[in-house]
């Protein structure tokens, strides 16, 4: 076996949020994407389902909204 000095990689991050409605996934995930980009959260766009509820968090920062309005089921695919 041969030992090698440690390094540091850039790698992708992949995050899964999975809860009840109310368990704050979309709150969660702006708090995560704000981390990973480092504050600015005009680099981030959040695509909204339900209601315009994205909307809720506004004070987080200047964050991109999609509204998606139609009634929308994974059925209709």
């Known amino acids: 076996m041969k030992t090698r000095k440690s ?3 850039q790698a ?3 995050v899964a949020l999975q ?7 979309t709150y969660s995930s702006l708090l995560l994407a704000k981390g990973f980009i480092e504050g600015d959260c005009t680099k981030i766009a959040l ?13 987080l920062g200047d964050y991109n909204v999609v ?4 009634l929308y089921s994974p059925r209709d695919n």
Do not use: F, P, Q
């Open 47 to 59: 695509i909204d389902t339900e209601n315009k509820s994205a909307d809720l968090y506004a004070h």
């Open 19 to 25: 809860g009840s409605t109310g368990s704050a996934k």
């Open 67 to 70: 509204s998606i309005d139609a």
């Open 7 to 9: 390094e540091r990689k």
């Open 12 to 14: 992708e991050v992949k």
